[in-house]
């Protein structure tokens, strides 16, 4: 199928398919004699992929070490399976950095709402950087 094609069915734009093919994520794409891009009915499947793992936070890179050799079939579960749970790890850390951010900003609130009107929060800064740094280390 031509990059058109292929573009609509995948949802991606034709520029965003050339970058994933000038990255090496879908391997060796054949050209007609007329010089367009020839592209197999998987590719589809592989942007999709793609896709789902850097919306899963994966980079480039690291798709392109998980992707299975664009000669070979083997998926390689275990590198696959691995590579998953670091990412939930990764993920899971850092939902307890945001969380103990969130928490953070909303004692500063907490703080700025206690002023009296008017009143300068930025006089009380030392203050809240201290409350912040004896709560990042208590967490």
């Excluded at 197999?40 to 690291?62: C, H, K, P, W």
């Excluded at 749970?85 to 928490?103: G, P, Y």
Aim: hydrophobic share 40%; charged share 30%.
């Amino acid at each position: 199928m031509k990059i058109g094609e292929l573009a609509r069915e995948s949802g991606l734009a034709p520029s965003r398919i050339r970058y994933y093919e000038r990255q090496g994520l879908i391997g060796a794409i054949d050209r007609g004699l007329n010089g367009y891009r020839q592209y197999a009915r998987g590719t589809r499947q592989l942007l999709e992929m793609i896709v789902v793992a850097q919306q899963a936070g994966f980079s480039l890179d690291e798709i392109r070490n998980l992707l299975p050799p664009h000669d070979q079939a083997d998926r390689g579960r275990d590198k696959l399976l691995g590579a998953l749970n670091r990412k939930v790890v990764d993920i899971e850390t850092l939902q307890q950095r945001l969380s103990a951010t969130r928490a953070g900003l909303k004692a500063v609130i907490a703080r700025i709402e206690a002023l009296p009107p008017g009143g300068d929060c930025f006089e009380n800064a030392e203050d809240v950087l201290a409350s912040m740094r004896e709560q990042s280390k208590a967490g």
